[in-house]
């Protein structure tokens, strides 16, 4: 099915049994969200509220909650699309098997974006920003956001559609000092792509006219999160998920799409920023107030029967789990052609990506008759942690390619693989005082922390505990050791202070350790405020572990020693507890939670839906 619009993708699913209509009065300040999470975590299908209090428009949502409907959405664009991908990265595919992917140039005809002569697509009607659906997701948050918007913007050196970056950075409708229906914030990072727009349009000493579209065929919105080979546009790539082309004009300078349901258009000025937040974010806690870009509002646009479509974020999984799943399939081999000697790289969602990797390499420089160790796998964890959005992650955990089948997505299994061979003297490295997530407060500021690196090649070097050994039992100051998996205990300490104080705190746990002899069964400790919920789930570890600490200031070991600049140790420490400097986490609102059950009852719109 190719799609011209949100709403004929609404009707296929509702037609095929993945939507399901709400008709009650439903309000934007946190029931709407809450209402979202529920059924996504249920596995439910799209929502459609018909009915949203204090607006006129419609709202769609949990439209990719699920990879079968993601897939069922693009079921006549997806192969053909992943095939033009992968000519983008290999083109001597084509050469070698033509007959195979003799349809991809069928497929690029629909690629190109298709200007139109009309200026303002016909339907369109002028709207304030007061009159979309505001909706705000957790309690704490700053306004009401746009959580799937298209933003747009073109080079000021070199304008036009094909210099054009198309990216999903959250935009901040309402709250702290933005002037209503005037000013609106946009949170991104100054290495992305509007970013280096607006750095150059700040270098001309002109403002950097930007417009953000709002629904449109679901490829679009895609197309705002896909890492794209070099020298694809996003919009070449909506146009071949869409199977159409994307169709565009200007209106007063500004591009307007001609697809989407909502279109913002207005100026950033050189210098010109307004606290943005706080936002519940996709790690599962805040992000706080920073100063962010304000844009001016030019004008505001809405088609004919415009549908407003939203996600929520926090702690995963949520709706942007599958965005990811789906972008995997998509881009198939593509991180292997960009970093030689990479298998499989895995930005693990329980720990809400940005912050754990898993990947496997092939490990080739050290000889066969010398002992082996990690080498290649050093240069290819350089690499990955210095390619796009993987920079951004804190911890990586690398193996090499060897006999065993290993899988980066098996989390125990591989974890398991990883800590029966790490030499934990040897192949622990980090990296300080370097760039991490914007949205992690685990660091030392905004965007600065640090990396570590755990690599592991060759035999097996220890038997990994199945249960609690006796040493970690009863240890003074600390309680309640409890088995995460094989070779990872928790045992809990007492609240974080200071980072003055854990020095001591360390030293102290790690000699009583010593004291009661060698613990090779068990390499990593995990010390946290709560050991019962650390080990209750692979989730909870996950979350809790690696969003809550900083490797270079929360990594400590037992029997930790440096030799020559390389820090080793015989046990590592991963100090998990929440430190006061850290964001809070995401707490539902128990009101909400409770005023939303009548839409899960009998007679309401989703009684069919089991929740808990």
């Not at 003055?500 to 390499?523: K, N, T």
Request: aromatic share 8%; hydrophobic share 35%; with cysteine.
């Amino acid at each position: 099915m190719k799609y011209h619009n949100l709403e004929e993708c609404i009707i296929d699913l509702e037609k095929n049994g993945h939507l399901v209509r709400i008709h009650e009065e439903v309000d934007p300040h946190l029931e709407m969200a809450a209402i979202h999470m529920k059924v996504y975590e249920a596995g439910g299908p799209a929502l459609l509220f018909e009915n949203v209090k204090g607006s006129n428009f419609r709202a769609v949502s949990n439209l990719f909650g699920t990879m079968e409907r993601s897939k069922f959405i693009f079921r006549d664009t997806f192969e053909s699309t992943q095939d033009v991908i992968a000519l983008r990265n290999e083109p001597m595919k084509a050469l070698k098997n033509p007959f195979k992917y003799v349809g991809t140039g069928l497929a690029a005809k629909t690629a190109l974006p298709l200007k139109k002569t009309t200026a303002l697509p016909q339907g369109f009607q002028e709207i304030q920003i007061a009159d979309l659906p505001l909706i705000k997701h957790w309690k704490d948050d700053g306004g009401a956001f746009v959580t799937l918007p298209q933003v747009y913007s073109e080079d000021p050196e070199k304008p036009g559609i094909m210099n054009s970056n198309l990216g999903m950075y959250r935009v901040q409708l309402t709250g702290n000092e933005y002037e209503m229906n005037k000013e609106v914030g946009i949170h991104y990072q100054i290495h992305r792509g509007i970013g280096i727009h607006q750095a150059k349009a700040n270098k001309l000493g002109q403002p950097l006219k930007v417009s953000i579209f709002i629904g449109g065929p679901p490829a679009h919105t895609i197309s705002a999160v896909m890492p794209l080979p070099e020298g694809m546009s996003e919009l070449t790539f909506a146009g071949l998920l869409s199977g159409r082309h994307f169709r565009y004009s200007y209106v007063d300078g500004y591009c307007i799409s001609h697809d989407a349901d909502f279109v913002i258009t207005g100026e950033i000025h050189p210098g010109e920023t307004k606290p943005e937040g706080p936002f519940g974010d996709h790690l599962g806690y805040y992000s706080l107030v920073h100063p962010f870009p304000v844009m001016r509002v030019h004008k505001v646009y809405a088609k004919q029967r415009a549908i407003y479509p939203f996600t929520v974020v926090g702690r995963p999984p949520q709706e942007d789990t599958s965005f990811g799943e789906l972008i995997h399939e998509l881009t198939g081999g593509a991180i292997r052609q960009e970093i030689p000697g990479v298998k499989e790289v895995h930005a693990v969602d329980a720990a809400g990506v940005h912050p754990l990797l898993f990947a496997i390499g092939s490990e080739r420089y050290t000889p066969y008759q010398q002992v082996k160790q990690p080498a290649e796998l050093l240069t290819i964890a350089n690499r990955i942690l210095g390619t796009g959005q993987l920079s951004l992650a804190k911890y990586l955990f690398i193996a090499a390619e060897e006999k065993q089948a290993l899988s980066t997505h098996h989390i125990e299994g591989f974890l398991t693989y990883i800590l029966e061979r790490i030499n934990l003297h040897r192949d622990i490295h980090f990296q300080t005082n370097t760039t991490i997530d914007t949205l992690d407060y685990s660091g030392t500021g905004l965007n600065t922390g640090s990396k570590v690196v755990f690599a592991a090649v060759g035999d097996k070097k220890r038997e990994l505990c199945h249960e609690v050994p006796e040493t970690l039992k009863d240890l003074p100051g600390f309680s309640t050791a409890r088995l995460i998996m094989p070779g990872i205990v928790a045992i809990q300490g007492s609240p974080f202070t200071s980072y003055s104080d854990v020095q001591q705190e360390m030293d102290g746990l790690s000699e009583a350790i010593q004291a009661r002899g060698p613990l090779p069964s068990c390499p990593m400790i995990i010390l946290c405020d709560d050991s019962e919920f650390m080990s209750a789930a692979i989730s909870n570890f996950l979350w809790a572990t690696f969003t809550r600490s900083n490797p270079s200031h929360d990594i400590h070991g037992v029997n930790g020693y440096y030799e020559h600049k390389h820090w080793g140790c015989d046990n590592i420490i991963i100090d998990a507890r929440s430190k006061p400097h850290q964001a809070p986490p995401l707490i539902p609102d128990a009101a909400v939670e409770q005023h939303i059950k009548r839409l899960f009852t009998d007679g309401g719109s989703l009684s069919r839906i089991q929740i808990r």
